[in-house]
C-alpha cells in the first residue's frame, strides 16, 4: 500500500464526501446536540462504512453495478421512505425542544421580567441528543451511522464508476484506505461545524436549526421521489 495511492484516494474522495446530504445534515444535528466529543464516533462510523463500499466497489465494482440496474427504483423508495421517517423523527424532537423553551408555554414568565418565577428548564426528553440516536454513545453510535450508511447500496454505483472510469493505482487497498480519510475528513468537519454552532447559539437558534435540517431531509425525500 503505497502512499501515492492514499493521497490518490483521498484527492478523489474528498470532492464526492464533503457535498451536503442527509448523512451530513445527521452529522451536523448530532454536533449540535452532543457536542464534538461524543458525537465523533458517527462519523467514524460513516467512514468506516465508505471503507467498505471502496473495498466492494474495488473488488468487484462492475458486478455490484449489474446486480443494483434492475431494482434501483425500488431501492431509491426505500431510501425515500428512510428520509421522511428521519426528517419528522428529527422535526418533532426539534419541536420538543422549542416548546420546552418557551416559559409562556408552561404560563410561566422568565425570572426577574415582573418578578415572575424562572421559567421552566429543557426537559431531558426534549433535549435528546438527535432524535433517534439519543441514547446512543460510543460504538453504538458508530453503529447505527454504519448501518445508515450502508443502507443506502446506491453509494456502491457511484464507487464502481470511480473504479471503471479510473486509472492507475485507483481501486487499490491505499486507494480504499483514502477514500475512507476523505470520508472521516468530509463527515467529521460537519460534526465539528456543528459542535461550534451549538456552543454559540442559543437553544433556541440551536432548535430552530434543527427544524431547518428536518425541512432539508423532507426536501430531499421529494427530490429523490421525483427523480425515481
Known amino acids: 500500500m503505497s502512499l501515492a495511492n ?16 442527509p448523512i451530513s445534515v445527521l452529522l451536523l444535528d448530532q454536533g449540535l446536540e452532543r457536542g464534538i466529543r461524543t458525537a465523533a464516533p458517527a ?12 473495498v466492494v466497489a474495488a473488488a468487484a465494482g462492475a458486478t455490484v453495478t449489474a446486480v443494483l440496474a ?7 423508495l426505500g431510501a425515500v421512505a428512510l428520509l421522511v421517517w428521519l426528517a419528522v423523527d428529527l422535526a418533532r424532537s426539534a419541536t420538543d425542544e422549542l416548546r420546552s423553551l418557551r ?33 446512543l454513545g ?7 451511522f454504519y448501518g445508515l450508511t450502508m443502507v443506502n447500496p446506491l453509494t456502491i454505483v457511484l464507487f464502481a464508476s470511480v473504479v471503471i472510469a479510473g486509472g492507475a493505482g485507483v481501486g487499490t487497498a491505499g486507494w480504499a484506505v483514502g ?14 461545524l456543528g459542535g461550534v454552532l451549538g456552543t454559540t447559539l442559543s437553544p433556541v437558534a440551536t432548535a430552530r436549526l434543527r427544524l431547518g435540517a428536518a425541512a432539508f431531509l ?3 425525500a421529494l427530490h429523490f421521489a421525483l427523480a425515481a
Do not use: C, N
Open 6 to 21: 492514499v493521497l490518490l484516494g483521498l484527492t478523489i474522495g474528498l470532492p464526492m464526501m464533503i457535498a451536503v446530504g
Open 43 to 54: 462519523a467514524f462510523g460513516v467512514a468506516a462504512a465508505d471503507l467498505t463500499f471502496s
Open 70 to 76: 434492475p431494482i434501483t427504483g425500488w431501492l431509491t
Open 103 to 135: 416559559p409562556a408555554a408552561a404560563g410561566l414568565v422568565p425570572a426577574g421580567v415582573g418578578g415572575g418565577a424562572p421559567g421552566p428548564e429543557p426537559s431531558d426528553d426534549a433535549i435528546d441528543a438527535g432524535a433517534s440516536f439519543g441514547h
Open 138 to 144: 460510543g460504538v453504538r453510535l458508530a453503529g447505527a
Open 179 to 192: 477514500m475512507a480519510l476523505a470520508s472521516l475528513l468530509a463527515h467529521g468537519s460537519f460534526v465539528v
Open 218 to 220: 423532507g426536501a430531499l
